[in-house]
């Protein structure tokens, strides 16, 4: 019996017939970006003695990015800025990976002073460093200074990814061969640079209009710092991930939060988001390939 014949019969009501077709859709859409994604499970790529280091982790894509890359034998550090979310997740990811290696470090990305001493305790802890993912965000957040003077989102965003990649040069280096994965944004083409936001000047800007030009700065140095390190053994990369539904989205306004919420079988989950990175993080093919920006 054709599909609309049956659903047409008495037994099924209106509502019960916009259930069915909602989850058809949101079906055929899964199935939809789940032919998009690179397969992580054909990789090879086993990380036994290397260590890695996730900002953000305790949720999203980090959690996910954090749990494969321990799955795969990596040392993972976990650095969040809630040591209790963090340790929430910490205990989630060594429940769900056998043999988890995994430390966690708490760091505030909206404070300089914070990042300075999460570094130093992280070189103590971690002399090489092999993969670095800046992946940790902020969204939604209204014009807001920091105790330093920065303005919070483009602290957060890009002059804390910034400087922690900074300070964290030589343990790269020293590992021989690393990675640096910066997690931008594909709403990053709507953002444009002026320096004066850095500090919460300049023009004024809407609460998501700040999160698209600190993301376009990310990128921006992603291949600065590419050039810089040409030779040293270290790439460095960027990656949009997609529209993906994760936390980051809770600080938005309600009527955005709803929409996003309505639209969630058109995006991603963290596990789809998740892929990409992933991709720039293991693939074998990408060995010596820097200053690239990578899309979903």
């Avoid at 019969?9 to 859409?29: D, E, K, N, Y």
């Avoid at 769900?96 to 914070?114: F, P």
């Avoid at 209009?209 to 270290?234: H, M």
Wanted: aromatic fraction near 8%; charged fraction near 15%; proline fraction near 4%.
């Amino acid at each position: 019996m054709p599909l609309w014949s049956l659903l047409s019969t008495q037994a099924w009501g209106p509502g019960s017939v916009l259930l069915i077709l909602v989850f058809l859709l949101r079906l055929s859409v899964r199935l939809w970006h789940q032919t998009r994604l690179w397969d992580l499970q054909h990789c090879p790529t086993d990380l036994t003695g290397k260590t890695a280091v996730v900002t953000g982790a305790n949720s999203g894509i980090g959690k996910v990015v954090t749990q494969e890359l321990a799955r795969r034998g990596a040392r993972v550090v976990l650095a969040c800025r809630s040591r209790e979310r963090g340790q929430r997740a910490l205990a989630e990811i060594q429940a769900a990976t056998k043999d988890a290696s995994l430390l966690l470090g708490e760091v505030d990305l909206s404070s300089m002073a914070s990042i300075r001493s999460f570094a130093r305790w992280l070189l103590q802890e971690c002399p090489e460093i092999h993969l670095l993912v800046n992946n940790a965000a902020v969204c939604g957040i209204p014009r807001t200074l920091t105790p330093e003077g920065l303005d919070l989102t483009f602290a957060t965003n890009y002059i804390g990814p910034f400087l922690l990649t900074n300070l964290l040069q030589g343990a790269l280096q020293r590992a021989g061969s690393a990675r640096v994965i910066n997690v931008s944004s594909s709403w990053q083409t709507q953002g444009y640079f002026d320096e004066e936001h850095l500090t919460g000047a300049g023009g004024p800007l809407t609460f998501n209009q700040n999160y698209y030009c600190s993301k376009l700065l990310l990128t921006s140095i992603t291949g600065e710092f590419a050039r810089r390190l040409q030779g040293t053994g270290v790439t460095v990369n960027s990656v949009e991930p997609g529209l993906v539904y994760t936390e980051i989205m809770r600080l938005l306004p309600l009527y955005y939060r709803f929409s996003f919420w309505i639209s969630s079988f058109f995006i991603k989950d963290p596990t789809q988001g998740a892929n990409p990175v992933l991709y720039l993080s293991l693939a074998k093919e990408l060995d010596g390939i820097s200053g690239m920006p990578q899309s979903s």
